[in-house]
Nanobody, 127 residues
């Protein structure tokens, strides 16, 4: 399968919005769960949002109420709508799918469980 490709990052002022996309050919997004990770400067990668095969979602406390993860199975595209952005959201954002593309539940999994990663997209939020 081709590597997922993220898009939609950029620079925005605090309080603004961005929508990230993650698309890949050769996948069937209906069969597995997916996640969004962020990596801030000088920090490790952390999961911020997951979406299970059944569409249920979970968020890190730092983004809950501001970010929304969704998936368009027909377009093989994962989205992250980012609203009310803060300077602390400045990071590289990655989409990821599990090593086993039949895994339907991503909630609670760490980054070692993911084998398919996008190249990352930079989000910069200025105050």
């Amino acid at each position: 399968q081709a590597r997922p490709v993220e898009s939609g990052g950029g620079s925005v002022q605090a309080g603004g919005s961005l929508r990230l996309s993650c698309r890949a050919s050769g996948y069937d997004y209906r069969t597995f769960c997916m996640a969004w990770f962020s990596q801030a400067p000088g920090k490790g990668r952390e999961v911020i949002a997951t979406i299970n095969r059944d569409g249920t979602t979970r968020y890190a406390d730092s983004v809950k109420g501001r970010f929304t993860v969704s998936k368009d199975n027909a377009e093989n595209t994962l989205y992250l709508q980012m609203d009310a952005l803060k300077p602390d959201d400045t990071a590289i954002y990655y989409c990821a799918a599990p090593w086993d593309l039949m895994i339907g539940r991503c909630h609670g999994r760490g980054d070692a469980d993911y084998g398919f990663w996008g190249q990352g997209t930079q989000v910069t939020v200025s105050s």
